[in-house]
Every structure is written in C-alpha cells, then in structure tokens.
C-alpha cells in the first residue's frame, strides 16, 4: 500500500514522523514547512528540521507564509493527494484544504486528547502535574484540535522527566502510530471516533513571563514548571544580579521562617512558599549548562542571599 502525500511539519518533533513514512515506501510529493528564519549571532537565515530532511532526501519543499489564497488552495488541490500529514506544522489550514485530499488531512498530536488541545500540550501536562501523557491520531476539522480520533497511545511522565525527555518519546510514539494510522484508515480496518465531551483542557502557548521563577509558589510546583520549561524556553531566575537559566531540580525540605528565594545552603536550595527547591543543572547566560556544583565553583552564592 503506497499512499500520494503531502508532510506538513516544521520542528525536531515531526522528524521521526516523516522518516517513518519515507521508509514505509510512501510517496511524498512534497513538503510544506514554516519559512526559513532569521537565527543566530549573524541573524543567517536557517531552515527547518523538516526543510533540512526535505532537502537530504530530494523531496520538493514548499514554505508559504499562510494558506489561506485561492492560489495556495489551488496549488494544493492540484497535488492530488491521498492524504496529508499534519506535525507541528504552526499554519491553520482553511477548511478548503481539509478536505482536498482523498483521505483528508491526519494529524499527530503530542496528548491524549481531548485534554491539551493546542500549542504546548507537552509541556502543559508536566506543568499541570500529569502522571500519564501520549499521542492521538485525529483527522483533522476545522476547530483546535477537536477532529475524531484514529489511534491514541499513553505513556507515563516520569517523576523527574523534563519537556525535552517527553517530547523525544512523544515524536517517535507518533512516528509508529502514524504508520499503523495510514494502513488502517486506507483498508477500511480504522474508522475515526468522535472525542469525548468531557475533559477538555488547552495547553496555551508558553508567555515568556511564566518562565520566571516565583518563589512564592511551592516547590512541588516550581519543580514543575522547571521541568516543563526545560531545556526550552527554560524557567529563570536571578542569582547575584545574574540571570540564569535552571533546567533541573528538585523539591527539598525547608525552613519554615525563611522568606521565599532565600538561598539555604551551599548546596543551592532555595526556599519556596512551601518546601525548597535544590538547583541541579544551571545556566548562566553565554555558558553552557553545568551542574550547581560546577557553577558555584566559580560563582559563590552564599547562604543567606536572594534569588529574584
């Protein structure tokens, strides 16, 4: 079974999805993948995870900043496609493109939906403290993430799994399920089912102002929102008038008369509203990620003094 498609991705996370369907002998017209953006110290223009695959594989890359002409829906009706696949693309698809290909368009989603339709349900779940998470097969409609679903898969958020640790289980998760999707949907052995009406939750788009550390807040729940920020945007605070990023930690006992951000040891535990928080692996902006140990080496911060 050899299915016309189109990939529609842009990140790290739909990599594994569409390696999986190249090797699966699955024909891929094209691509459609974000622009090529502005990075780095020299702002040189540098293309997506998927337009670099693209590129290695010979596969036709197109980069449209919206979809929405009567151009764009013309040129994708003309790939006369069975389906395409949709990862972690960042473009709305109008109505008029769900509908284009024989199969319609099939999306992987990183939760089990219908909890975490949206931007950032990776990190939404570790942050809200979820035990389980996975990903759901949907064939996609018009609303956010609200389509009937062809095949979901759970597996467990450790209790010291970061955003980066998750996502990397979640995209090859989605590359095997998309697979198994595809022959389903094609022989007629896999039919969408409608999502549940109840438990629905949105994962909003991380702010960077939610990356800032508040001390206030327990440890349990700072340990969170390290996690799920970490290694990207990554939670932040200031030590020494210096900010640096904290990509790991863990909840600690503290002192019951200590103000929240007040540094409790030479171990780097700072208190919290309830508990404290032990810095692990740290980030001072321009460096390298390194272990509290290693930083306090050549940067003291004495028991005592603040974080902000």
Same mark, same amino acid.
């Given at each position: ?72 829906? *013309? #040129?994708?009706? &003309?790939?006369? @496609? ?10 709305? +698809?109008? /109505? ?113 102002? *939610? #990356?800032?550390? &508040?001390?206030? @807040? ?10 799920? +920020?970490? /290694? ?77």
């Amino acid at each position: 079974m050899t299915l016309r498609m189109t990939f529609m991705g842009t990140p790290d996370f739909a990599l594994p999805a569409l390696a999986a369907l190249v090797d699966a002998g699955h024909e891929v017209s094209c691509i459609y993948t974000q622009p090529p953006r502005a990075a780095g110290r020299g702002q040189k223009e540098k293309r997506s995870p998927v337009h670099a695959f693209a590129d290695q594989r010979g596969i036709p890359a197109r980069t449209p900043r919206s979809l929405k002409s009567d151009a764009e829906a *013309e #040129a994708f009706r &003309d790939l006369k @496609l069975d389906v395409a696949v949709v990862a972690a693309y960042g473009l709305i +698809l109008p /109505p008029n493109l769900l509908k284009a290909p024989r199969l319609g368009c099939i999306n992987i989603h990183g939760s089990l939906l219908p909890r975490w339709r949206g931007a950032a349900p990776l990190q939404r779940a570790i942050m809200a403290g979820d035990t389980v998470s996975g990903v759901t097969v949907m064939d996609m409609e018009a609303g956010l993430d609200t389509g009937p679903m062809l095949l979901a898969e759970e597996i467990a958020i450790g209790t010291h799994m970061t955003a980066g640790e998750l996502h990397d289980q979640l995209a090859q998760l989605g590359a095997r399920l998309i697979v198994d999707a595809l022959k389903g949907l094609e022989d007629g052995s896999l039919a969408p089912e409608p999502q549940p009406d109840e438990g629905v939750t949105y994962a909003a788009k991380i702010e960077k102002s *939610e #990356a800032r550390i &508040d001390w206030s @807040l327990s440890a349990i729940d700072i340990d969170r929102r390290v996690r799920g +920020l970490s /290694p990207v945007p990554g939670a932040w605070c200031e030590l020494n008038g210096t900010r640096v990023r904290v990509l790991l930690a863990e909840p600690t006992r503290g002192k019951d008369e200590a103000e929240p951000g007040t540094v409790l040891d030479d171990d780097l535990s700072i208190a919290c509203g309830r508990g404290a928080l032990r810095l692990l692996q740290v980030q001072r902006a321009g460096k390298s990620a390194t272990s509290a140990e290693a930083l306090l080496r050549g940067f003291p911060v004495p028991a005592g003094s603040r974080a902000g």
